[in-house]
């Protein structure tokens, strides 16, 4: 099973764009679903997107005019950016991976705080 | 748009079963997926396609699926247990749903 690692800028002001990276290692990007999914403090689970192993992406509707979701291949990377943050997208973010479209590997969670 | 529906909690005493329901409209018609998540951590999947355990989960944890309704079932229930339970489908409009999380309770 691949094993998920993740970094990104833990504080933002509202309006800039958050950035979080996700590097694979003990297998290639080929052949899965590589997602990111949000945590707000407290509270349930959230789906922003994915993309899959030919590069197509799917996002969540209320979020798809801020997100990016791409992968590096000679990196073994996949990453997130989402523009133009409010104080609402406070949450820890995850990196998660699966064959289909269900997630057996998870990234350790990065905590993204947005506050001026 | 489709939603899948969690009690908040369930309580249960040390050794009994415990049943955690998830709800959607024909929820027959998807495949279900459960986590455990503790806190502090990641998820971790427990359940795929409704009922397959993946390596690794005690077979003490299974899922089942009747009508709208799926259920997460934990028997001899241990203080180990104690975490929040999602469940989650794929929705050809919506994309990965997850239920609101059930946080189970060892009393």
């Known amino acids: 099973q691949v094993q998920l690692q993740q970094w990104g800028a833990g504080l933002l002001k509202p309006s800039e764009t958050l950035s979080l990276t996700c590097a694979v290692y003990g297998g290639s990007l080929s052949g899965y679903y590589w997602a990111w999914i949000r945590q707000t403090p407290g509270k349930g689970l959230e789906w922003i997107g994915e993309?899959?192993?030919?590069?197509?992406?799917t996002y969540n509707s209320s979020l798809k005019s801020r997100v990016t979701i791409s992968v590096d291949t000679s990196q073994n990377q996949v990453s997130l950016k989402l523009s133009s943050v409010t104080a609402a997208d406070t949450a820890v973010y995850f990196c998660?991976?699966?064959?289909?479209?269900?997630?057996?590997?998870w990234g350790q969670g990065t905590l993204v705080t947005v506050s001026s | 748009s489709y939603v899948l529906s969690q009690p908040p909690s369930v309580s249960v005493a040390p050794g009994k079963t415990a049943r955690i329901p998830c709800g959607g409209n024909n929820i027959g018609s998807k495949s279900v997926h459960w986590y455990q998540q503790k806190p502090g951590q990641a998820p971790v999947l427990v359940i795929n396609?409704?009922?397959d355990r993946p390596s690794g989960i005690p077979e003490r944890i299974s899922g089942s699926k009747s009508g709208n309704t799926a259920t997460l079932t934990i028997s001899r229930v241990e203080a180990g247990d104690e975490a929040d339970y999602y469940c989650?489908?794929?929705?050809?409009?919506?994309?990965?749903?997850f239920g609101g999380g059930t946080k189970l309770t060892v009393l």
């Open positions: 998660a991976s699966g064959v289909v479209h269900y997630f057996d590997g």
């Open positions: 993309i899959n192993h030919g590069g197509s992406t």
């Open positions: 396609f409704d009922s």
């Open positions: 989650q489908v794929w929705d050809r409009s919506a994309g990965v749903l």
